[in-house]
């Protein structure tokens, strides 16, 4: 069982950075894919970016390559999305996710953990 803690939203204007955290309980963290979603008002949940067990393979969202990054520290159990540049149409709801498999899932359902989710506004 894994547990996920968001933390790091907020309010920013178009063109500032924001740091996203999550941290996950549990001994195996560092054996988890683990993956950023976001959902905007009236959407569906989408895939941002992904992340091995071992940090050496990352995966992007066409709409926010170049603009975010994806890392992980296992030894605090910890991953990270740092977003630059950031637009008004990437307000949503940020949710991180972890999946006990080796690739890189990249939709809702290969996901079997997630957290309650974090608001990043962007205001323009």
């Known amino acids: 069982q894994v547990q996920l803690v968001e933390s790091g939203g907020g309010l920013v204007q178009a063109g500032g950075s924001l740091r996203l955290s999550c941290a996950a309980s549990?001994?195996?963290?560092?054996?988890?894919?683990m993956g950023w979603f976001r959902q905007a008002p009236g959407k569906e949940r989408r895939f941002v970016a992904g992340?091995?067990?071992?940090?050496?393979?990352?995966y992007y969202a066409d709409s926010v390559r170049g603009r975010f990054t994806i890392s992980r520290d296992n030894a605090k159990n910890t991953v990270y999305l740092q977003m630059n540049s950031l637009k008004p149409e990437d307000t949503a709801v940020y949710f991180c996710?972890?999946?006990?498999?080796?690739?890189?899932?990249?939709?809702?359902?290969?996901?079997?953990?997630w957290g309650q989710g974090t608001q990043v506004t962007v205001s323009s």
């Open positions: 996710a972890a999946d006990p498999t080796t690739t890189i899932p990249t939709t809702t359902l290969k996901y079997a953990y």
């Open positions: 549990g001994r195996t963290f560092s054996t988890y894919a």
């Open positions: 992340i091995n067990w071992s940090g050496g393979t990352t």
